[in-house]
């Protein structure tokens, strides 16, 4: 096999190639694309997505799915913005309790598909319902605009063209790296993903795993929402409302296997980059904002249908 | 053993389940008439009652919309995209292109069947689950939907459109409803008596065990799908009568909860191969009347989801509770 095959061969090479090529593409059709600020912008509004798409992406790796993800993320938000609005904490201590009130609902999601044994996808749906109802029921749907100024600051502030807000998904997509493939709970999560039974029989409890899964992407639910109050200066009710697909498609896109197992972290990074930088270009080529749903929804039937593709081929081999 | 050991197979004693299932569901909703007449008097008023058969009607063909596809073991995220491409379809031919509104409205409900059948195909033609499928096309159908009508409403439809919306049968009576109950039947009909029928649940309940047997498992998915798009045309379509305009807004993620709550607290499987169509239309009437009473008594509609989110896992935590309570119980003798 030659080296270019086995590039080729990683999953995420060919989004790391589109990513360039987009890029490329895009600094040839504006000048605008290549400044400082416009990367700054698109990277800051990739900080979100990217932990959106981890907390699909994690519950993916152990074999379930969260439809409740932005839900949960829209209650947490304003959740926070209430604690600091109306009850003045210290920016430090809503923050722990934003995450705490994520990982809270995220083991509710857990505990509810494990006790019961009925479909993630049903359980989810319904707390997801609650979860929007509570948000709305609560707040009317009016946000909270008086943020403390040291957050908006940090949702503002950037090196150079590295956005503040870009370093919290880094952090902790490396330590979810860590965790996943050189711990052994991650192992475990993992192995009840990709077989259940075999992982129950080599001593593994599934039901532990999956509520550890859910709890883990509660709390990458919240921090995405602290994150988006951080970059919108206010906690908005609708923060979460279109999450749904961005969380679906980016570990789709970035190669995890939807019937668990097998996650790629890097290759949803790449894929957040890439889905950023369609909706930069989309600004910057001052086309229609409507193209980036119907487009977001055709790249993740082509990311399917290659996967297929490629799956039939390695299979004929 | 116990003393009622009657020999009862296992498919019997599932039925029997979902009939006492159906039964208290019908229970809950007279409750909760009940509770709601006497808590407002403008509950059982005669436009109050019109007004909840037409949204029923809504509500029980979404449900239908995503039944079908349930019991083909199938799920589609789609009918709400589907409906919206339906409404603005059907809304552009008769404002844009001025054409007869039956005529607009079958061709309305074609594009429906189409984009059912596209979703179905890919989902064949892949292997790749039905959940990726349609959550990828939903966006790709509204998406479209929004790039070729750029999100203008369209409200110069013939009056015709909205005055068949404020028709009235015997003061009360929703023509919608009407509509809705034969669709009901007509797909009663479907599951209990015809091939197509079987095929569909046999697909659904083991697709293996039925492609061995003979059952064009594909075929009937790809059916399952086109039948859920022209569901949800319609559904679409009597949005577009009761608003007497065609809106981009329509459908969508809005109909997701209410299409699997519909079917899912009726005692259809998510897993397929068990459909109640009647349970179906009780599980429509619970969400109808619960967001109805909701408003009639002023708690609005801010709180409706939440009481949405917690009736479906109520639903479910019981249909579980009680499949546990029948597996517990000894066998009869053999």
């Given at each position: ?141 009016v946000p909270f605009y008086k943020m403390p100024p040291d957050l908006v600051a940090f949702g503002d502030q950037h090196i150079g063209a590295f956005p503040y807000l870009l370093a919290a998904p880094l952090v902790l997509a490396a330590l979810l790296a860590l965790f996943l493939f ?128 490629r799956a039939v081929r390695m299979r004929g081999r | 053993m116990t003393d009622d050991a009657v020999r009862i197979s296992p498919l019997r004693r599932f039925r029997l389940g979902g009939a006492s299932a159906q039964l208290s569901l019908l229970v809950i909703v007279v409750a909760l ?302």
């Open positions: 096999m030659t080296a270019m095959r086995r590039a080729l061969n990683v999953e995420w090479a060919g989004l790391a190639a589109a990513a360039l090529i987009g890029a490329a593409v895009l600094s040839l059709l504006s000048a605008n694309f290549l400044t400082e600020f416009n990367i700054y912008v698109m990277l800051r509004s990739a900080s979100v997505g990217l932990l959106v798409a981890y907390a699909q992406m994690i519950c993916l790796g152990v074999g379930q799915m969260n439809l409740a993800v932005g839900a949960l993320g829209g209650l947490v938000a304003v959740l926070f913005g209430g604690m600091l609005e109306v009850f003045h904490f210290p920016i430090a201590l809503a923050v722990l309790a934003a995450v705490a009130i994520g990982v809270l609902g995220g083991l509710t999601n857990g505990l509810l598909t494990v006790r019961t044994g009925i479909n993630g996808f049903i359980i989810t749906l319904a707390t997801a319902s609650a979860f929007t109802g509570i948000n709305f029921g609560m707040t009317k749907a050189r711990m052994v709970p991650g192992r475990r999560l993992l192995a009840v993903g990709g077989n259940s039974h075999a992982a129950a029989l080599s001593g593994i409890s599934p039901g532990g795993m999956i509520v550890l899964a859910h709890a883990i992407s509660g709390a990458l639910a919240a921090v995405a929402a602290v994150l988006a109050v951080a970059q919108l200066g206010s906690a908005q009710p609708l923060i979460g409302g279109d999450w749904l697909l961005m969380s679906f498609a980016a570990p789709i896109i970035g190669g995890t296997a939807l019937g668990g197992g097998d996650v790629s972290i890097v290759g949803t990074g790449f894929a957040v980059l890439v889905i950023a930088l369609i909706q930069n270009g989309m600004v910057v080529a001052k086309v229609d904002p409507y193209w980036v749903q119907f487009l977001l929804g055709a790249l993740v039937l082509a990311a399917v249908g290659l996967n297929r593709w | 008439w009940v509770v709601f007449s006497i808590k407002s008097s403008g509950f059982l008023s005669s436009f109050n009652l019109f007004a909840l058969g037409r949204s029923l009607a809504v509500d029980v063909v979404i449900g239908f919309s995503q039944m079908v596809v349930l019991a083909t073991g199938g799920m589609n995220l789609a009918v709400g995209s589907i409906g919206v491409c339906a409404v603005m379809f059907g809304g552009t031919l008769m404002q844009t292109m001025g054409l007869p509104v039956p005529i607009a409205f079958a061709l309305a409900i074609l594009l429906g069947g189409a984009l059912g059948w596209l979703n179905g195909f890919a989902i064949v033609r892949t292997g790749v689950s039905s959940f990726v499928i349609t959550l990828a096309s939903a966006n790709l159908y509204s998406g479209a939907m929004l790039i070729l009508t750029r999100a203008v409403p369209l409200n110069q439809l013939p009056p015709e459109v909205g005055a068949f919306g404020r028709l009235r049968i015997a003061g009360i009576v929703s023509p919608f409803l009407v509509i809705a109950a034969v669709l009901g039947v007509a797909l009663f009909v479907l599951y209990r008596y015809s091939v197509l029928g079987r095929y569909f649940l046999a697909a659904g309940a083991n697709p293996r065990a039925a492609a061995m047997s003979g059952v064009p498992v594909q075929r009937a998915v790809v059916t399952s799908h086109i039948l859920s798009g022209v569901l949800a045309a319609v559904a679409g379509l009597m949005v577009v009568a009761r608003v007497g305009a065609a809106m981009p807004a329509v459908g969508g993620e809005d109909w997701l909860l209410p299409s699997f709550l519909g079917p899912v607290v009726g005692g259809t499987l998510l897993s397929g191969g068990v459909v109640s169509v009647f349970g179906s239309f009780l599980g429509a009437g619970l969400v109808t009347t619960i967001r109805s009473g909701l408003l009639v008594m002023g708690i609005g509609n801010f709180w409706l989801q939440l009481f949405l989110g917690l009736v479906l896992l109520g639903a479910v935590l019981i249909e579980r509770y009680r499949a546990v309570r029948i597996e517990r119980r000894p066998f009869p003798p053999r």
